[in-house]
């Protein structure tokens, strides 16, 4: 769930392209990147950490130009080390391409394997890399060619932004299952994850990206191109369950407000006899919220957050996401002890962390502890961007019975938003909406390519 952010036309690019990411850095702390393009040539830098560690005055003053495009990484494909954080920026025969990239392709590595066959070389194990060799390979007079004919060959989840000498290319999958959402700034147009970034600039909110949609920007000259769309869309319910800030704007809908409604509708559903109602922050506040007020039960902060700790949920390793809970989390004591106290939370993934504050909020006397989570269990790992990599690490798993979490966790009980009910909370019908984690309804399956890359009168071998 990467952060991506790209300005076009602007003389100040790199440093509000700086800005953007940094209203993104909840999508990713592992690495930050930066190209920029200054009408001779192509400038980057990219390091492993956060945005406001990396970008020192001299590596800003060396990023020139108009025209830049950056991210913020956790990764799903490739390994978290330096050669896989972006901008990826390569040299073609059209020219220096810079690439970031936010989503997770299906068939990369079966295209990969057809590409080392015929004599790639790669330099990084992420996936991204795969859509700049189809670019290369490809190579047409007019570099959107290229892009849309690479775009025609890949599956899966994908915004990307493409900084090049023609100008900016931003592309979004044709099922759109991760946001990506066109701003300006008077004759400037920018492109981001979420709108939280266009709120720090003074950006106004365009339109989304349409699913398979693609647009180039040259200057102040914007022209609009499709990837075949897909006969439904496959918006990633979990933008708006935990990944997006509560003050952005994710698939037309305030995140704030579809978390708020999540809650009161949990209330509806899973109602406990409590006390008070005490969020798990951040993503926890606005669903806890709405089920105060739809219970009628008082709302505390009873737990805070240290804001300096990172999101445990998208660390790389299980040993940093421990120690990172213990040092993110302190309980308000008067606020709970004696007191039955219902947590609300987003969602369980892996049941640890849950564990831990559950035992937390114990330790800090309460009588009573019911957990309830404003999303379904998630009983399946996501192909398309999120970190859960298999069935085994899921608590729900496999089915597990509620219960046997519960068990696990250390609640008085827990429950769950229903799947029915968390649809309803975000204004389109189901279909329009991936539920892969939850239900296991994959719309992309895992493939092979079913097809040569480079067919007769396409490639550039023929």
Known sequence: MCGIFAIENHPNAANLTYQGLYALQHRGQESAGMV??????????????????????????????????????????GHSVLANAQPIVVSTSMGPIGVVHNGNLTNATAIRKQLVEKGAIFQTTSDTEVILHLIARNPRQDLIDSVLLALSYIEGAYSLLLVTAQGLIAARDPHGFR????????????????????????????????????????????SRHVVKAAELPARCAFEHVYFARPDSQVYG??????????????????????????????SGLFPALGYSRESGIPFELGLIRNHYVGRTFIQPAQDTRDFGVRMKLNPVRPLIEGRRVVLVDDSIVRGTTSRKIVRMVREADASEVHLRICSPPTRWPCRYGIDTPNRAELIAGNDRPIQDICDFVGADSLEYLSVEGMLACLGDPAP????????????????????????????AES
């Open 36 to 77: 920029t393009w200054n009408g001779t040539s192509m400038n980057h830098h990219r390091e492993m950490g956060e945005v406001s560690d990396i970008f020192d005055d001299a590596h800003m003053g060396r990023l020139t130009g108009n025209r830049a495009a950056g991210h913020t990484r956790y990764s799903t494909a």
């Open 179 to 222: 946001p990506l959402i066109w701003g300006r700034l008077g004759d400037t147009s920018c492109f981001a994850s979420e709108s939280c970034s266009f709120d720090l600039l003074g950006a106004e909110v365009v339109a989304e990206l349409e699913p398979g949609e693609v647009m180039v920007v040259r200057g102040t000259e914007v």
């Open 253 to 282: 809908e305030m995140v704030s407000t579809v978390r708020t409604e999540m809650g009161a509708t949990l209330a509806r559903e899973a109602w406990a006899d409590a006390d008070v109602i005490v969020p798990v922050p951040d």
């Open 432 to 459: 329009t909406y991936c539920t892969a984690c939850w239900t296991g309804n994959y719309r992309v399956p895992i493939t092979d390519a079913q097809h040569e890359l480079f067919p007769a009168g396409r490639g």
